[in-house]
């Protein structure tokens, strides 16, 4: 039996460029990062429910994130099996050490059309 390995994945990254819109908010460039071993999985039917009715969005997938990444994945756009999603709400954390395996943030993402 083979050992649990996820995914890599593209997080799309924002940096500021130093520009303001009209409306004097910055404006941001999207830079793509590969994200190596992440997991992707279904959320529970509750989780999908729960989900909708704090955020107004539809879970598709959650997806794990390795201990050690520092990335900020909230309202980030991120690509895996050849479609475009976008994280929402907060990623859920567990206390390293507490945690088994090689993951220990979860957050949720939506299709993102």
Known sequence: MGKIHGITVILYEQA???????FGRPIYAENPVEV????????SAQ?????Y????KKAVYTVGI???????WTGRKIEFFG????AIALPVS?????VPLDWNKTI??????
């Open 94 to 98: 567990g206390i390293d050490d507490l």
């Open 53 to 56: 009715n704090l955020t107004g």
């Open 16 to 22: 500021d460029t130093g520009e303001s819109d009209g």
């Open 47 to 51: 989780e999908v429910l729960d989900t």
């Open 36 to 43: 190596e071993n992440v997991l992707v999985g279904q959320p």
């Open 83 to 86: 479609e475009t999603w976008k």
């Open 66 to 72: 390795p201990k050690g990444d520092t990335h900020t």
């Open 108 to 113: 949720q993402v939506e299709r993102y059309a």
